[in-house]
């Protein structure tokens, strides 16, 4: 038959006719897909909404029977606690200098963490000769098997933070991370070290994944807020940094060993000051509080919304530990951002193995020495944080003279990244292109001034606009983004050996740099689509949606107090009167 003559009986030609079996299969494959995406948008509402409810309660503004102490009744006559304004117990109402230490305990902590990712960085060779290492993609594992853990915890502390509390947590989580430091101090071979080292790794995890929620319980303010992630994302590179020099200068003069017992002697000071670390999350106070007026007298009902929601094992697997996977997976923003950290970081560990490339192999520098090279890396994430709070200036000034661009949620952090983006760029391409013998070994590693400035610049701004976005959830989409990150940052490193060996010093760099230009581009359709994106996010949409209903309703509970203090104050008049 003729394709003129199909096409006039209404058949499809033969050439075009698409087979029942695949187009049945390509039919359920659609349902499939769908009846998942209606699965994860029913449990993220459900998410939100049950989050929000929570977060009502706790402010007191839950519906229900106002009683006369200004608390709530549910239906069974239980009184449910809340904050009261100026509540002093209030997170948010916390004097300065207690936020202060907090943040400063963070910092500290986080970079025990991130100090102990880099910590064998130039002591693998000494460690594979003692062990008789010879595999060249063994030798990247000490540091692989630390970020693998990076990848496994944040997944589970991120979340479980928002289910059961900070401070338990992060005490847990750093004291083993103490004990898994001195497991690999004294490790008595290679595989126990890399075991040692995923333990490790997992624990010390816990601050990257909980710090951004600690930040969210204490600052309303997201200025005051975003300025205080700055000073910790600064410590998040340093942590890394220190690690080669200590490695470096420990590992050619009183053994390997000595660098996981430095990592020690650092992890086990900084114990001490998060075991002072406050709880910070408002529903386990408050659950804490009812909990103590019960035990001071058995009659009372107070419970805190907390404590009435069920919490059974279903829930925490498919709705909380989920979460940071729905994001990732349903959520553009969180999925681009974490592309683009995902690639700058795995690039920044690249340098462990790229870094005695260049500074041993091509300018015969000693381990130690070229552990130093790492500090202009430092001293550019310093100079990025007085470009950071130059920006929130501008920005403040441009909102008090209502600027128009200044409104847009976009322009809050985003445009850092669009700076950092290209600064990072060039210093890959400066690194790898000044690297040769005639050229002083300064040259290259004066690099690390861009690179240190632009890798602050974009996380700086990236993890700010997601823990501005999606806010409650903060910790899980900064989980997300951590695991992400990690795995990259677990696989490239493993290739930086043989691309150095094929490309040359200058085709792996401007491999990575050419790579980095496409992903820089990100920030910018932030800025230009951004709003569009989160408008057609479901779960932005969810959230913004439940606190709009509870910023509806906190006003009309402001109002029905006032009426009940007005109608009490004028009681009380006229009683004084008879």
Known sequence: MSESSDAESGIAPQSLRVPTNVSSRSRRLDGAFGHFADLVQTISNQDAITR???????????????????QFRDAEGRTILSWEAGDKEN??????????????????????????????????????????????????????????????????????????GRRNLSIGSFFMLTVWTLACALAPNW????????????SGSAPIAIVTGIFADIYDDSVVRGRAMAWFMATTVFGP??????????????????????????????????????????PVLLSRRAAKIRKADPTVQVYSATELDPHDFRQLVTRVLTRPIRMLLTELIVTATCLYLSLVYAIFYMSFQAFPIIFQNVYGLSPGVTGLCYLPIGAGALLSL?????????????????????????????????????????????????????????????????????????????????????????????????????????????????????????????????????????????????????????????????????????????????????????????????
């Open 52 to 70: 929000y409810k929570t977060e009502e309660a706790d402010n007191g503004i839950p519906i229900g029977d106002l009683t006369d102490t200004g």
């Open 91 to 164: 997170p948010y109402n916390w004097p300065l200098w207690r936020k202060n230490v907090i943040l400063l305990t963070t910092m500290l902590a986080v970079s025990n963490s991130t100090m102990g990712s880099a910590l064998p960085s130039m002591a693998i060779p000494f460690i594979a000769r003692e062990w008789g290492i010879t595999s060249q993609i063994q030798l990247v594992l000490p540091i692989s098997a630390y970020l693998v853990g990076y990848v496994c915890g944040p997944m589970i502390w991120g979340p479980l933070s928002e289910h059961i």
């Open 191 to 202: 595989p126990a070290l890399l075991i040692f080292r995923f333990f490790a790794g997992a």
């Open 241 to 282: 940094l220190f690690a080669p020099i200590i490695s470096g200068f420990c590992s050619t003069s009183i053994g390997w060993r000595w660098s996981f017992w430095v990592g020690l002697m650092s992890a086990g000071a900084t114990l001490v000051l998060v075991c002072f670390l406050p709880e910070t999350y408002a």
């Open 386 to 578: 007085p470009v950071f709070f130059s920006y929130d200036y501008v920005l403040l000034n441009a909102k008090a003279r209502g600027a128009e661009w200044a409104q847009k949620e976009e322009f809050r952090r985003v445009p850092l990244a669009t700076l950092g983006g290209p600064l990072f760029v060039v210093s890959l391409f400066w690194l790898g292109w000044s690297a040769r013998s005639n050229v002083p070994f300064v040259v290259p590693m004066l690099a690390g001034i861009p690179f240190g400035a632009g890798f602050m610049l974009i996380f700086m701004a990236l993890l700010n606009y997601i823990t501005d976005a999606y806010e409650i959830f903060a910790a899980s989409a900064n989980a997300a983004a951590s695991s992400c990150r990690s795995v990259f940052a677990v696989i490239l490193p493993l290739a930086t050996r043989s691309m150095f060996a094929r490309l040359g010093i200058n085709g792996a760099c401007s491999l990575l740099g050419g790579l980095s230009l496409v992903m820089c581009v990100i920030p910018f359709i932030f800025i230009w689509k951004g709003e569009e994106i989160r408008a057609r996010s479901k779960f932005c949409l969810a959230l913004r949606e439940q606190k709009l209903e509870m910023e509806q309703r906190n006003t009309k509970l402001r109002s029905r107090r006032m009426s009940k203090a007005g109608d009490r104050e004028r009681v009380s008049e006229t009683k004084e009167s008879v």
